[in-house]
């Protein structure tokens, strides 16, 4: 006889045997067997399904990180091609319409900026009045230099204890006289003369003499030459020396004709607040944010109040001129400077502009000539003589052709 399948005894786990005697005590009709296994039936598909759903999740994660990562991909690419596209629609026509435009204006600078009309042009400047020919900075040198045809006279100024601005390269009278003394510790009376042969600073190894050994007065210069230009060069923070330089140059009504010079900013500013009427000239500083001006192509925008640059012709140094400082003894160091400061791009545009360029100090006819094919509008030199020279056998136009036409680059 087979057993009912439905009628035959099932071992149930403790806790549902309990819970059946617990539903009979409580009056809870108990739930058949086929019931239960039909329970368990569907609990084990639903963990199947459970199992199968877990699989298909992780696959769908796998697709969606997949998919995440391609739009991503996309959305790099496309915001690189936006950048691009920025760069090349606006970026890219600014900077060239910046270029373009900076080039011509450096070549055609009247466009924005009236052109100095100075009281003088000078070609031929001598330097310490022709420290070369005779004694430097004396009244016989700066005699001399004018006789040779020096279209300006460069000179330093200092102020005795007793009030006179005399004329002198250096405070300390050592070099230029042997007597370890400064000018502004001794009254005029008291300065000793100048050494009766004295070496040319720029031209190492020669020197140059004279009958005149004393120090000039500022005055006497204006005084005997009251028509030529002159360059004052002011060394010291000295507001008295300043006053009374501005005050002879007004009383000589020379204010047109007579350069306010200095390496030190601080106190050309002081210059200029003394007496604004002078022109000037860069000081160290100045000519440094000139050049960067011009490499990042911002000078033909920037209005530039001076009216002469006056610079060291670097092929110079370590030939004629040894200087103090080691580091300008550096061959590389000096060629560098050469090829960064001598543009003749740069040179004419500030004569364009009517600002004269000097440089210095030209003591043989190569870097004469060097000079002025660099763009020099002006060379100064310890050799008035060789420098009139040189002139006679290679004249210069009258400030040059951008004289009529600035445009003319």
Known sequence: MESNPLTHPVVLPVSVTVGIATSKQCGVKPIPCAQLRGFAGCAGRRRSSSRSGSLLSGQRAGCLQSSCRREREIEQRLGWERRMSV???????????????????????????????????????????????????????????????????????HLTRDGHVVVSHDENLLR?????ADISSLNLQDLPLYKESLEVTFYEGRYSSGADRKFALLEDVFRKFPEMPVSVEIKENNHQLIEKVSDLVRRYNREEITVWASVKSGILEECRRTNGSMPYSFSGSRGVLVLLLF????????????????FYLPRIINRTYIPEEGILRNKLVISLLEKVTMRKSLFKHLSARGIQVHLFVCNKDDDIKAAFEVGATGVMSDYPTLLSSYLCRNPRPRAATTEENPGAL
Do not use: W
């Open 295 to 310: 490499y990042s192509g911002l000078l033909p925008f920037v209005p530039l109040g001076e009216s002469l640059l006056q």
């Open 176 to 180: 230029q006289t042997g007597h370890d």
């Open 87 to 157: 760069f090349l629609y606006f970026i890219l026509p600014v900077v060239g319409g910046y270029a373009l435009s900076s080039v011509y204006l450096l070549r055609n600078p009247h466009v924005l900026h009236r052109k100095k009309r100075t009281a003088f042009y000078c070609t031929h400047i001598s330097h310490r009045g022709g420290g070369g020919e005779k004694i430097e900075s004396t009244m016989e040198a700066f005699t001399h230099a004018v006789e040779q045809g020096t279209q300006m006279l460069e000179m330093d100024c």
